[in-house]
Nanobody
Framework: QVQLVESGGGLVQPGGSLRLSCVAS????????MGWYRQAPGKQRELVAG???????NYADSVKGRFTISRASAKNTVYLQMNSLKPEDTAIYYC?????????WGQGTQVTVSS
């Protein structure tokens, strides 16, 4: 089993920034990919940003130029730097990891963008 723990969500005004963190622990064999998804009320969960080993990061069109995904040197931590936040970015953000072909999800962290 792999556990993913997210942190860093909260309430921010439009135009503000937040940094989400996700730490993976447990029986980690090979983290082939990690990424961030989000789900707004009444909407399907969607990919925000992610990367796969050997490939560069990919982003949803709606966040390109505003969000940046990065990985710590320890390789089991991934970050999502979110700048120029908009009200439509409001959602629960989930961390996802592909560990040797098995997918795991974190519990989610709420991000609310409102004045």
């Amino acid at each position: 089993q792999v556990q993913l723990v997210e942190s860093g969500g909260g309430l921010v005004q439009p135009g503000g920034s937040l940094r989400l963190s996700c730490v993976a622990s447990g029986a980690i064999f090979s983290l082939n990919a990690m990424g961030w998804y989000r789900q707004a009320p009444g909407k399907q969960r969607e990919l925000v940003a992610g990367f796969r080993v050997g490939s560069g990061p990919n982003y949803a069109d709606s966040v390109k130029g505003r969000f940046t995904i990065s990985r710590a040197s320890a390789k089991n931590t991934v970050y999502l730097q979110m700048n120029s936040l908009k009200p439509e970015d409001t959602a629960i953000y989930y961390c996802n990891a592909d560990n040797a072909g098995l997918h795991y999800w974190g519990q989610g962290t709420q991000v609310t963008v409102s004045s």
